[in-house]
């Protein structure tokens, strides 16, 4: 259950909150641009929720069933748009983020980042601090990468986004536009309370054997924290098949609509781990309603020092830009044509 307590109302009257002392739930007080919301947890089912709703300053009670509850659709029924520095993400909007897995150099960023861009990417990706499975692996070009990959952002006016690992490194990232958590790290708990006590959008990639309720409950982590911009990114997840990267869930896409309004996005290249999968991948995430994709792009994957396999060249970034384009203007008039059940 949420209850909304009226906007400008910040003083709390001790009868009210006296009353909330004798509900027999957990009860957590979270401030969010500007709102209060309290959200009970627990046993719900005795609460009168009349009794709340007489409080003079009282907005609204929201009885929610979902564990989890500000990014449920029941308590926010509208799709919630992420701005991230004047590209939006969710009900209408559209964009591409495309850009190498890491940051090599500052010839090899430049490069990529122009040709994202002219292709109409709208945010440019790179890797600085990378998660590797080996300890041995190439694992980015930490703070040098960051600066490099700010720079090409700045060059072309592309808003930037990088994963961001360890909480401590914070600082490093201030002008980073967008936070990505990647998915070895979407229960990491404390990660995931520092960005929700931050401004900046998250882009939180589900882990590879999260359920959706799991994936919600990870973003209620950070919108909990106070923070109501996370994107959401179905990147594959593990299933038996073994002739590629990751299987991805597609059914995630309309699923998480349903049961949430936060915007998601796909992750064509980590799900198929396969440069030639990348185009079918990302159109069928647009059909499915995704609200943009992410796109390992690289000037010479042969030579890419990680995720090569998967990385496009600029030159088919472009087509798939192409086809991800006549996809929306298809789906956009389907949508359109409410007159089916
Ligand atoms: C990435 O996007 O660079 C990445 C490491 O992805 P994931 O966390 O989905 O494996
Ligand atoms: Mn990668």
């Keep these: 259950m949420i209850i909304k307590i009226k906007r400008n109302r910040p003083h709390l009257s001790h009868e009210f909150m006296g009353y909330l002392d004798t509900l027999n739930c957990e009860i957590k007080k979270i401030e969010q641009m500007n709102c209060i919301l309290f959200v009970l947890t627990g046993d719900t089912s005795s609460i009168d929720i009349q009794r709340i709703r007489a409080f003079r300053i009282v907005d609204e009670v929201i009885p929610i069933d979902d564990p989890f509850k500000l990014s449920s659709r029941a308590f926010n029924p509208e799709d919630y748009i992420v701005d991230v520095s004047g590209v939006l993400f969710g009900g209408d909007h559209f964009a591409m983020i495309a850009g190498p897995c890491a940051v090599e150099s500052k010839e090899?960023?430049?490069?990529?980042?122009?040709?994202v861009k002219d292709a109409g990417a709208k945010i440019l990706r790179g890797g600085a601090f990378k998660p590797r499975t080996s300890p041995y692996s190439f694992d980015g070009l930490h703070k040098k990468g960051l600066d490099l990959l700010l720079e090409a952002g700045q060059r072309t006016g592309l808003p930037v986004v990088t994963e961001i690992l360890d909480p401590r490194d914070l600082p490093f990232y201030e002008d980073v536009d967008l936070l990505q958590v990647g998915a070895r790290n979407m229960q990491n708990f404390p990660l995931l309370t520092a960005l929700g006590k931050?401004?900046?959008?998250?882009?939180?990639?589900?882990?590879?054997?999260?359920?959706?309720?799991?994936?919600?409950?990870s973003a209620e982590y950070i919108l909990s924290g106070g923070n109501p911009n996370v994107i959401l990114c179905e990147r594959g997840i593990r299933s038996f098949e073994t002739e590629i990267r990751n299987t991805l869930d597609i059914s995630c896409v309309p699923m998480i609509k349903r049961l949430s309004n936060l915007p998601i996005i796909t992750d064509p290249s980590h799900a198929g781990?396969?440069?030639?999968?990348?185009?079918?991948?990302?159109?069928a995430s647009v059909a499915a309603g995704a609200d943009g994709v992410m796109i390992e792009v690289h000037n010479n994957p042969q030579y890419a020092l990680s995720d090569g396999p998967q990385s496009v060249k600029?030159?088919?970034?472009?087509?798939?830009?192409?086809?991800?384009?006549?996809?929306?203007?298809?789906?956009?008039?389907?949508?359109?044509?409410?007159?089916h059940d």
């Design 108 to 115: 090899q960023i430049f490069e990529i980042a122009k040709g």
């Design 198 to 217: 931050q401004e900046k959008p998250v882009l939180l990639k589900r882990g590879f054997s999260a359920t959706y309720e799991e994936f919600l409950l």
């Design 273 to 283: 781990g396969d440069y030639q999968l990348v185009k079918p991948l990302a159109l």
């Design 314 to 339: 600029i030159s088919r970034f472009k087509s798939i830009a192409k086809d991800l384009n006549d996809i929306r203007q298809i789906i956009q008039g389907g949508l359109n044509d409410e007159t």
